[in-house]
């Protein structure tokens, strides 16, 4: 039995919900790509993850509806290759243009914003999944990563690509990746530009379950099943996983404040770097090409 949870707007929205009715009732978010068919993260879609937490924060907003937030939240995106495509490169390349020092602060800190909240806030109360069934790269992999429990289909894949054009990881990356694998081998995986199989990081202990193509919902089933057997002990733990590694937010408006210089001084070849990738993620290879050959780091990736 499926409901809504918000109230549709004129405007498209890119995240919808449902309440399953499970092991235990459980909140299904599902992302989807913009109008162009990219899957990332615009200040568009970083307002409604926002506007979906601000409702779980207020339980009598979404009585009418769902009755009190329920014990468990998924989420999955409705695009057959990526979880999501990460940060918003256009966004970024128009205000390193600009200048406009402000508005990309204020972006990366709601990103930062919504992942603390997602990975913290909610911890006492709602045991939360990522539903990996493609590609989840920059701030995906930090999205997947703010879940409790991460199950990944065989075919997904996972990275950091930022390196490549002079950035970074800044939504909270170190601590989450530190909840699971020690600090050098989250160093390596931020900056060695490397796109993981769901195999590998099943192996390094990032990943919790990879499960045959097409199973991920019923592999969600059987864990909220076995879950909700004891579930109550099992959130104190993660609790207390929590609260010993995690997130720290002053660090993570520490590393925000340093991205965005970094941004800003980014070379013509970095720049570059991005310009291409940006083509490359609206699926405009044969248009990149044309341009100019893309450098070495991207046509590697690519």
Known sequence: MHHTLTAHRAAPRRVSTQIRQLAERTLWVNVSPDASGVHNFTP??????????????????????????????????????????????????????????????????????????????????????????????????????????????????????????????????????????????????????????????????LVDEVVPKGSGELAVERYIREHASRRKARMMVRQAVRRSAGIDYAEGRRVVEDWVEAAMQLTTEEVRAMEMLILMQAGEQQGAAAVAEPPAAVARVA
């Open 44 to 205: 568009a879609l970083v307002d409604e993850f926002h506007e979906l937490i601000d409702e779980l924060r207020i339980p009598a907003a979404v009585a009418g509806a769902i009755g009190h937030p329920p014990p468990y939240a998924v989420i999955q995106s409705s695009h057959p290759d990526y979880f999501s495509q990460g940060g918003d490169l256009r966004f970024f390349l128009q205000c390193i243009r600009r200048g406009d020092v402000q508005r990309l602060r204020e972006y990366s800190m709601r990103c930062l914003d919504a992942i603390v909240a997602w990975s913290t806030e909610f911890k006492g109360r709602m045991a939360t999944i990522s539903l990996v069934q493609g590609r989840a790269l920059g701030g995906g992999f930090e999205l997947a990563l703010a879940a409790d429990h991460i199950i990944a289909e065989e075919q997904s894949s996972f990275g950091f690509p930022e390196i490549m054009f002079g950035l970074f990881p800044c939504s909270g990356a170190m601590g989450l990746l530190c909840e699971r694998i020690a600090p050098k081998a989250a160093e390596k995986l931020m900056t060695n530009k490397k796109i993981y199989s769901a195999a590998q990081l099943l192996e390094m202990g």
